[in-house]
């Protein structure tokens, strides 16, 4: 059972090795996709035994309990739709001479690279391993981001290095205080362990647990794409190539806010509950507002999808804020809902992008449904997951958070919530009409999508509604993540 | 060794360590900036080797030596390297603040870093190495003040190296380190990334002529 | 308790400084002119400067006040009230509460603003060029000469000279703390430019639109200049002496000492004032003048630095023996 802990780490190093040896061919872009599904595959495994046993290790490194089970779900899930479609949308690159082989070969072997620290941020046992991960993975992406030598991509791609690296050196310096504390606390050389953490929570000094968790809470935001650090998420995510932009935008952020999840567990025992609301309220809000209003009137396609994932990290932050049960089940819920429909959108956007000649504009597309089915479907459901409506996962996710938040008496920050995310809503919905509506032109031809991205989009697309339709065994999963993470119900 | 020699030693590297941050903002040249980075990393190296020298801890001491060779002497010199390059201007462009401004924020930073630092000062007063922690609290916040005033590339990645020297010096003064491999994977982490901004530099330059920060304009809203 | 000795002590401050003033100029000097490869006039030579300066008649010029006449008096007053006081030869002066820090630097600074008043009441051009100058060097000078002594202060307990001097003497090891150090950085930058030697101005420059120092005594003739130059060299001397005495205070004499420490505490002082005055002027030949909107950015260092200095004081271990 504890080798299900270790097949996350070694599947997609193995590509990666694979990848970096033979270069970018026919069977290590499907090694790729292997060893995404292996993700999946175990994350699965992993839910059906979580429930008998809440804390599963291997040795002192790794341990999974039920949170780390449905972060491995959704890295999986996004990780196998990515990669799938990343087949095909490589070849056509290489085909066109939009990119070489080199580059191809550096491309499959820093996504594997990525999809390994992924797994390892989730599965580690030890904050500060956790930290050295999340790190690999800005360290792994900062190429990916800069794949296509454009201006613009360089631009991007510093700007994601340089502010990214800052937050997370904060990041290891509130790590450091909270060793200090801990060890202050009683904690041996281990001090830094989850378990060892949560047992002398009680012990830890305030002053210096409130210093190490404001730090904390500004540099793992950093990479979660919060407020005040958010400026780098726009340019980065547009920039990437499709399913880059998909994996970052779909799993790597909430990677990142897992990891606050797991401080805010210890935190609240150690401070009480109201430091890290408060905190996570008032972040959640500006960074809603923020994406809110940059979502009007945008012009690029990417750019939008982006600033969408900002929004949706804000209402996850303020979920987490309010802290019970429900909200924490909730958040996950829409956590894995977003994150499949954030894949489908971006492989759209990516397709869209390749039709149109490499521009993302929002004038330049139009007609999408009458010119490629699957791409408008596609799409249209992805989109419809983003507002929020029935029959889709999101649906459920934002009334539950929406009543977690009265249940902790945070109901005055609904109002204003709320109000954000129907302008987010309004700003959508014209955008995407304007795209997917009306009759094509002559100089709009359709759209031929390559078998890869069509497969990875159908299967995006049943995912998302059968998720919504009924979550099933995942439910309980949430549910005992919740109770893990400590919180009231 | 006694525990007054060990304590002037160990102030000694703390205040040295204040000292190069201050002169990294006073100094504009670039090369001038890389070997008091190398300075920095030297004094940062002295205190796990104090403290492993104090406590016959062979581990420490190791990875003391580690810190010295990779901030001392690897990471300057990959930045110097980088600023020789073709094209690559000596001097910084225009600051965003002059000298004397910048200056005076570095004092103001010293001391809010000092503010800052209470809470851990006042949970471990015993300790020598701990009363000296604010020192590494000033650098970071320092580097971050350099990190935003600067226009050239080359300097603001080394206003991140030295804001990780901050950091690691925190982390030595306050715990004697980190887990060892904790401390492996941060060392591996800013090698990458300092290698990371190095080619980033160069495709800046060959892609827009030179390396001034204001030419990215084009990504906005 | 005011004891004969300590008088004679303070006496022989004053007389000492006053005799020695122009002779450390001209020890500056004539290291600098053979540096630079020239015979130089003698170690000597501002003495016979000042002698035939009082040979010659005092002008006045028209339209000056009493600001101008009090000018040179007060700064020579000034000059020998902080030798009385200061820990110079003996830690034990009679004058020994006003050698407090802020008293000391009070009137370094009444000194400096009293030409400074002068050279404006002359209403020439250079007059006021000079003053504005000197008065935007001082402006930056003093709060880092009170936060380098007062860094030096806090492993001492006390703000008076004398104590921190005594504390130095039975604790070596306070110099080579974080604190002392920045001090004496800092120290260093301030003494050259309050007493106005290189890289802040030229002393033997001739060229009137870089002088600081000299442009506000450009309008003094006979006896008054003789008094200005004087009392310039004097404030030199005891900025000197103060530096080795607060960093390297061994030789100096106790607070009731006998005849033989007295002298000891003389010849250890002149010799310590000598071997500075020497590396001052040797350092000059190899610094080239500061740009005047250069100046403030190391002034502003140096209180950058006085700052580092008592924070690191206050907040470092203090070390004890």
């Excluded at chain 2, 800052?116 to 609290?137: K, V």
Aim: aromatic fraction near 4%; proline fraction near 4%.
């Amino acid at each position: 059972m504890s080798l299900l802990l270790l097949l996350p780490l070694l599947a997609p190093l193995a590509a990666a090795t694979l990848t970096a040896l033979v270069g970018w061919r026919r069977f290590t872009a499907w090694a790729g996709v292997a060893a995404a599904a292996t993700i999946l595959g175990c994350g699965i495994t992993l839910a059906t035994r979580i429930t008998s046993t809440p804390r599963i290790r291997f040795g002192t490194l790794l341990r999974a309990d039920a949170l780390t089970v449905t972060m491995l779900i959704v890295i999986g899930s996004v990780a196998t739709l990515s990669c799938w479609a990343g087949v095909g949308y490589l070849d056509a690159d290489l085909v066109a001479g939009r990119t070489t082989a080199h580059r191809a070969r550096l491309y499959g072997v820093l996504v594997a690279a990525f999809l390994t620290a992924m797994s390892l941020a989730v599965l580690a046992n030890d904050l500060g391993v956790a930290w050295v991960a999340i790190e690999a993975t800005t360290i792994a992406t900062a190429f990916l981001v800069g794949h296509r030598n454009t201006r613009a991509a360089l631009e991007a791609t510093w700007k994601y290095v340089i502010i990214c690296s800052v937050g997370i050196a904060f990041a290891f310096l509130g790590t450091v205080l909270l060793y200090f504390a801990a060890r202050h606390a009683g904690a041996g050389g281990s001090a830094l362990a989850l378990d060892t953490l949560r047992a002398h929570a009680t012990h830890l000094d305030a002053g210096v647990t409130r210093l190490a968790s404001g730090l904390l809470l500004v540099g793992y935001g950093t990479k979660a794409g919060l407020v005040p650090f958010h400026t780098w998420l726009a340019d980065a995510h547009s920039q990437a190539p499709a399913p880059v932009s998909a994996l970052m935008s779909g799993v790597l952020l909430s990677v990142a806010f897992s990891a606050l999840l797991r401080i805010k567990s210890i935190a609240d025992i150690a401070l009480g509950p109201g430091f890290l609301r408060t905190g996570l309220l008032i972040v959640g809000l500006a960074t809603v507002l923020i994406a809110a209003s940059l979502l009007v009137g945008q012009r690029d396609l990417k750019r939008l999808l982006a600033y969408s994932s900002m929004e949706n990290m804000g209402l996850i932050a303020i979920a987490a804020a309010a802290g019970t049960r429900l909200a924490i089940a909730a958040l996950l819920l829409h956590v894995l809902a977003h994150g499949i429909a954030k894949t489908v959108l971006f492989l759209s956007a990516g397709q869209l992008q390749h039709a149109h000649g490499g521009s993302t504009r929002i004038s330049d597309i139009a007609a999408v449904l009458a010119r490629s089915r699957l791409l408008g479907i596609a799409m249209s459901s992805g989109i419809l997951v983003l507002l929020a409506l029935p029959p889709f996962a999101t649906f459920a996710s934002e009334l539950s958070i929406a009543r977690g938040l009265a249940d902790a008496h945070l109901g005055w920050a609904l109002a204003p919530l709320l109000l954000l995310l129907a302008v987010a809503f309004a700003a959508l919905v014209a955008t995407t009409a304007r795209i997917l509506l009306g009759r094509p032109a002559t100089d709009q031809p359709a759209i031929a999508v390559p078998r890869t991205a069509a497969i990875a989009l159908v299967l995006g697309v049943t995912a998302s509604v059968t998720l919504g339709l009924t979550a099933g065994p995942l439910t309980h999963l949430f549910r005992l993540a919740a109770t893990a993470l400590g919180a009231a119900s | 060794m006694s525990t007054a020699t060990y304590t002037e030693l160990l102030d000694l590297a703390a205040g040295g360590l204040l000292l190069t941050a201050v002169l990294i903002v006073w100094r504009r040249e670039l090369a001038a900036m890389a070997r008091l980075l190398t300075v920095q990393g030297l004094a940062l190296a002295t205190i796990p080797l104090l403290e492993g020298a104090r406590t016959h801890d062979p581990a420490l001491v190791g990875v003391g030596g580690a810190v010295l060779l990779l901030r001392g002497v690897v990471l300057p010199a990959l930045l110097t390297r980088a600023s020789r390059a073709d094209g690559e201007p000596r001097r910084e462009s225009t600051p965003l603040l002059n000298t004397s401004a910048s200056l005076l924020a570095a004092a103001a930073l010293t001391m809010i870093a000092f503010a800052l630092s209470r809470p851990l000062l006042a949970l471990d007063r015993g300790s020598p190495a701990t009363q000296a922690a604010p020192t590494g609290l000033a650098v970071v916040l320092i580097a971050v003040f350099v990190m935003v005033t600067r226009r050239r590339a080359l300097s603001q990645a080394m206003g991140f190296l030295m804001l990780d020297n901050g950091i690691a010096a925190v982390a030595f003064l306050i715990t004697a380190g980190v887990p060892v491999i904790v401390e492996l994977g941060a060392s591996l982490d800013i090698l990458f990334a300092v290698i990371i901004l190095g080619v980033l530099t160069g495709r800046l330059r060959r892609t827009f002529g030179e390396t001034d920060l204001d030419l990215l304009r084009e990504l906005h809203e | 308790m005011t004891s004969a000795i300590a008088v004679t002590a303070a006496g022989l401050q004053v007389l000492g400084v006053a005799a020695a003033a122009p002779l450390v100029v001209g020890g500056m000097r004539q290291v600098r002119a053979r540096c630079e490869g020239r015979a130089g006039g003698g170690v000597a030579h501002p003495w016979r400067d000042l002698r035939k300066q009082l040979r010659k008649q005092s002008l006045r010029p028209a339209g000056t006040t009493a600001v101008f006449r009090l000018a040179a008096p007060l700064l020579a007053g000034s000059a020998l009230l902080i030798a009385a006081a200061a820990p110079l030869i003996s830690t034990g002066s009679p004058l020994d509460s006003t050698a407090d820090l802020f008293a000391i630097v009070g009137i370094l600074f009444l000194g400096t603003v009293a030409l400074a008043l002068a050279g404006l009441d002359t209403g020439t051009a250079f007059g006021g060029m000079g003053a504005s100058r000197e008065l935007t060097v001082t402006a930056l000078v003093e709060p880092t000469i009170l936060l380098a002594i007062f860094a030096l202060s806090i492993p001492a307990g006390s703000a008076n000279l004398a104590t921190i001097v005594t504390a130095t003497t039975h604790h070596p090891s306070h110099v080579v703390t974080p604190g002392a150090l920045l001090a004496l950085v800092a120290l260093v930058i301030v003494i050259l430019a309050e007493t106005g030697r290189l890289p802040v101005d030229n002393p033997s420059t001739h060229l009137e639109l870089t002088m600081m120092h000299e442009a506000m005594i450009l309008e003094y003739a006979g006896a008054r200049l003789a008094l200005v130059e004087w009392a310039s060299g004097m404030r030199l001397t005891v900025l000197l002496a103060l530096l080795a005495n607060l960093f390297l205070p061994w030789g100096i004499a106790g607070p009731h000492p006998g005849v033989a420490a007295l002298v000891l505490g003389a010849g250890a002082l002149a010799g310590k004032v000598a071997i500075l005055a020497g590396i001052v002027a040797a350092a000059e030949v190899f610094v080239a003048k500061l740009r005047l909107f250069r100046v403030p950015e190391l002034l502003a260092g140096s209180f950058l630095l006085a700052v580092l200095a008592v924070t690191a004081a206050s907040f470092l271990t203090p070390v004890s023996g």
